[in-house]
């Protein structure tokens, strides 16, 4: 069974901090690595894809992925209230996409 | 715009009723998914279709029927069968080298 692991939170951070989210996964032949967020009664948006190891930035969103450790994350840095989300990670191996049960980010104003 | 649409957006089924969740997108994609999201859990795939008249079902196809008549459609039945239908489905496309999904507005079913 390809998992994929995300802790379901509730995450709280204070408004203008940095938010962590992490995630890893059990298959090794993984190649693409997605980043979506959802809000209440929505559909999930993609955010952020990532495909080789290290960072990538766009905007105040950072995913970082280390293929040896199995693990992706998600930094999101002077959090505002309007990233009040559930964040879900997906990872596809030759277009078996596989997500996570999602974390939930509040930000506090 | 291009995207995908679902409809409807609230559905209610009676016991032993089929119905069908309806889907399209003018976005030129040849993969089409369906998902289902119940609360606390993730997306769960029930079928998904890489080209028009093929498609496979996925890991919770039971109780479920799908066609690709068309390259920008994929309709979703749920049958009878389906004991426990209440969810949030989802509908997604993609080009396929899978660069990420999109996702339509999807559809919430209710047994009554």
């Known amino acids: 069974q390809k998992e994929v692991e995300q802790n379901s939170g509730p995450l709280s951070v204070p408004e203008g901090a940095i938010a962590s989210l992490n995630c890893t996964y059990s298959?090794?032949?993984?190649?693409?690595f997605f980043w979506y967020r959802q809000y209440s009664g929505k559909s999930p948006e993609l955010i952020m894809s990532i495909y080789s190891n290290g960072d990538k930035e766009d905007g105040r969103f950072t995913a970082q992925l280390n293929k040896a450790s199995q693990y992706v994350s998600l930094l999101i840095r002077d959090s505002q209230p309007s990233d009040s989300a559930t964040y879900l990670c997906?990872?596809?191996?030759?277009?078996?996409?596989?997500f996570g049960a999602g974390t939930r980010l509040t930000v506090k104003p | 715009d291009g995207g995908i649409t679902q409809s409807p957006k609230y559905l209610f089924r009676k016991e032993g009723q089929n119905v069908t969740l309806s889907c399209e997108q003018n976005?030129?994609?040849?993969?089409m998914y369906w998902y289902r999201q119940d609360p606390g859990q993730g997306l769960r795939l029930i079928y998904y279709s890489q080209i028009v008249n093929d498609f496979q079902k996925g890991d919770i196809a039971e109780g479920y029927s799908v066609s690709r008549e068309k390259k920008e459609s994929f309709p979703l039945t749920v049958t009878s069968a389906q004991k426990n239908p209440t969810a949030f489905y989802l509908c997604?496309?993609?080009?396929?080298?899978?660069?990420?999904?999109?996702f339509g507005s999807g559809t919430r079913l209710t047994v009554v």
């Open positions: 976005l030129n994609h040849d993969a």
């Open positions: 997906a990872v596809d191996n030759n277009n078996d996409m596989r």
């Open positions: 997604a496309s993609s080009i396929l080298g899978a660069r990420g999904y999109t």
């Open positions: 298959d090794r032949g993984s190649q693409s």
